[in-house]
């Protein structure tokens, strides 16, 4: 397995299924306008397709439409997000702390990479990976959806707990 295959964001986690609230595009800028957003400007919600904790920020969407798509994502410290898959490519960029990530179908930390801010992982759809954080995380995820994820075993998804 190759390190770009590593090093893609994970977190991007998981994502998937989350059908988000409105984007803060819907509520905020007509269509075909420009989209400018700052940090204090972002609308954090919980995240049903991943493990409790974790917030998402749509920014542009929506995310189960095949339309372009970017969202941010706040991961609290010791969160751990099981093997899964997406079915759509993701790029992700690490605002701030730290990703722990991996691609492969067995949670293995000695596999991970760390990625720290300003780090980018590309993942191609259908790929497994996994992930960790030890210290609060800061992700940005863009691709086209829709977006989805799911979850190698199917006991790990939080959506049938």
């Known amino acids: 397995m190759s390190t770009m295959h590593i090093a893609v964001v994970a977190m991007t986690f998981a994502l998937g299924a989350l059908i988000a609230p409105a984007t803060w595009a819907d509520s905020h800028a007509k269509a075909g306008a420009p989209i400018?957003?700052?940090?204090?400007?972002?609308?954090?919600?919980?995240?049903?397709?991943?493990?409790?904790?974790?917030?998402i920020a749509v920014i542009q969407g929506p995310l189960n439409e095949a339309v372009p798509f970017v969202f941010r994502l706040k991961i609290p410290a010791g969160y751990r997000v099981p093997v899964h898959t997406h079915s759509a490519i993701e790029h992700v960029t690490v605002i701030s702390g730290a990703l722990h990530f991996a691609g492969g179908d067995k949670f293995d930390e000695a596999s991970a990479k760390r990625l720290t801010p300003g780090s980018v992982a590309?993942?191609?759809?259908g790929h497994p990976m996994y992930g960790w954080t030890k210290e609060e995380t800061i992700l940005q995820v863009h691709g086209v959806g829709p977006w989805g994820i799911t979850y190698l075993n199917p006991t790990d998804d939080p959506r049938k707990k």
């Open 36 to 55: 400018m957003v700052g940090p204090d400007d972002l609308k954090w919600a919980d995240v049903p397709s991943l493990p409790p904790g974790t917030k």
């Open 122 to 125: 590309i993942m191609p759809a």
